[in-house]
């Protein structure tokens, strides 16, 4: 069974129940609806949106979590409309021919909202890529496409399974299907990309090698150009320096789920810039007496990259500032165009009223943690957001019974010009938590309406009270933040993948009780 990383631990999260209480800022309610056993789901997954509402995909427990599960494979097509009512649902067919498919991802593209399904053929070494497309009207799907079948013939060693992952050009012209294949250890074997025009017609294949031979290579994210060109961007770990990790990042050199600094000034960023004749060239990021804690990658407008993230100057390796650098791709060269210092904004969280009881130690706690990065946001006026969320891992007790837990609280905010100068940096207040990181990792909503910037998130870090936060920013860098409705139901949050912005100006949220009882909410902004 393929196991769906990406959404692994996230079962009995984003929730809205008949027991909230909404605040009178225009919220609308969705009808609560009953599912059998067979017919709920475990994670769901927004795909497209028209004038008749927004669709989702919604994808079974056996999809998410190994072993025995109560339910079937079934996934379904969900429309709500702008009034969050669910108007219809329908099983969704991925047969190719008869042959069962596996869900891979959705790409909405000119408008038409494709759904990509692999078939593989383990005796053969071969994955074939189909794309269907999603009749709207009737929820379903149409006849399969056969896209492309890669072959892994020349790969004498078994592998247990194949990961793939889509990365669309800024202009949706270009889709990158990159993949890995790891054996039952985890370990990556072999990894390659085929890259895609709009009409699904194959450009080129890469499915060379590396030569990682000066070290260790932990593989960030991948991203393509409105022209095609493709970069990968890593962290390198040199063979000569000393560090812990060396056995497990052997084994876990896969595209990460997330991109977020270690403790220690152990590693380098490098980007890999790829041609289409198979060839590839490695771009060195100099950091110089600085060290670049986290960084994301994204391919600016003129068509030169943008490195956005953290840096520190400290002993701790603690973050203090926000970075941007600019690689200008016709001469690899690598200029940092900006930095803003921190301060002690982020050496203490900034509200711990909602914060749970039992912390077993104190400050020094605090002064350990990490930003985990979401993906650069290409802004309407031009310019670039880069969001870090803060994370403390912090050790809690209950009574004599000491656990850890996984703090996230406040967001880094980093905003960027589009000639990749730092205009700004604002911190947003939240407190969760978690037992386990994965369950939060980019636990907000953020989006631009207006010209100003907005996030909704969950505030949940008492077990008896839980409110549910909208923080708008001006585009004059001024805050306001609007409860949307308060719950003490322990099962009640917002994640991204759930949210939906319809029609520009309404945010469109999920929830459910146990995934047996489900509604919709939305907020007009």
């Known amino acids: 069974m393929k196991m769906r990383l990406s959404v692994l631990a996230c079962i009995c999260l984003a929730s809205m129940v008949p027991t909230l209480t909404w605040a009178q800022n225009g919220v609308e309610i969705g009808q609560m609806v009953k599912q059998t056993m067979k017919e709920s789901w475990a994670d769901i997954e927004p795909i497209g949106q028209d004038e008749q509402g927004a669709y989702y995909l919604m994808i079974p427990y056996s999809e998410v979590i190994s072993g025995p599960v109560v339910g079937d494979r079934d996934f379904y097509f969900a429309l709500i409309n702008e009034h969050a009512a ?9 047969s190719v021919d008869g042959k069962e498919s596996d869900y891979e991802f959705t790409q909405e593209i000119n408008g038409k909202i494709m759904v990509f399904s692999t078939v593989e053929e383990k005796k053969a070494k071969t994955v074939t890529f189909y794309a269907q497309e999603l009749d709207k009207k009737n929820l379903s799907l149409t006849s399969p496409k056969k896209v492309v079948q890669l072959s892994f013939a020349k790969l004498k060693r078994d592998y247990e399974r194949a990961i793939f992952k889509a990365e669309p050009s800024r202009d949706k012209s270009k889709l990158l299907i990159s993949y890995s294949l790891v054996n039952d250890e985890n370990s990556i074997l072999t990894f390659g990309y085929v890259l895609l ?43 000569k320096k000393d560090y812990s990790k060396n056995a497990s990042l052997k084994k876990t050199n896969i595209l990460s789920a ?57 002993d701790e390796n603690l973050p203090s500032g926000a970075v941007c650098l600019k690689v200008n791709t016709k001469t690899n060269t690598v200029t940092e165009t900006g930095k803003k210092d921190f301060g002690a904004d982020f050496l203490m969280p900034s509200d711990i009223s909602i914060k749970n009881v039992g912390l077993a130690a104190g400050k020094d706690q605090f002064l350990s943690y990490r930003f ?3 993906d650069i946001q290409f802004n309407k006026n031009g310019g670039y957001t880069l969001i870090g969320e803060r994370n403390v891992a912090q050790q809690k007790r209950n009574g004599n019974v000491f656990y850890t837990v996984n703090h996230m609280d406040d967001l880094a905010v980093i905003d960027v010009n589009a000639a990749g100068a730092i205009t700004g940096v604002y911190k947003v207040e939240k407190s969760q938590q978690a037992v386990d990181m ?15 910037k907005y996030f909704a998130f969950a505030n949940m870090g008492k077990p008896n009270f839980k409110e549910n936060v909208l923080v708008k920013i001006t585009p004059d860098g001024k805050q ?46």
């Open 86 to 94: 669910l108007v219809n649902k329908k099983v969704a067919n991925f």
């Open 197 to 239: 025009d709009a009409g699904m017609k194959e450009m080129y294949t890469w499915d060379g090698s590396l030569d990682m031979s000066d070290g260790i290579y932990m593989f960030d994210q991948f991203r393509v150009s409105n022209k095609g060109e493709v970069y990968l961007l890593t962290r390198f770990f040199d063979n």
């Open 258 to 314: 997330t991109r977020s600094m270690e403790y220690k000034a152990n590693y380098d960023h490098r980007i890999v810039r790829f041609d289409s004749n198979g060839g590839s060239k490695i771009i060195p990021v100099p950091a110089e007496k600085t060290f670049y804690n986290a960084l994301d990658l994204g391919i600016g407008a003129d068509g030169n990259l943008l490195l956005i993230g953290f840096y520190s100057d400290n």
């Open 372 to 374: 985990i990065l979401s």
């Open 438 to 452: 994965e369950i939060f990792n980019a636990s907000y909503f953020y989006t631009e309406y207006n010209g100003s």
């Open 480 to 525: 306001t933040k609007e409860v949307m409705y308060t719950t003490k139901d322990a099962e009640v949050t917002i994640r991204p993948k759930d949210c939906v912005l319809y029609k520009g100006k309404k945010l469109i949220m999920y929830g459910n009780k146990n995934n047996r009882y489900v509604r919709w909410a939305a907020k007009t902004f």
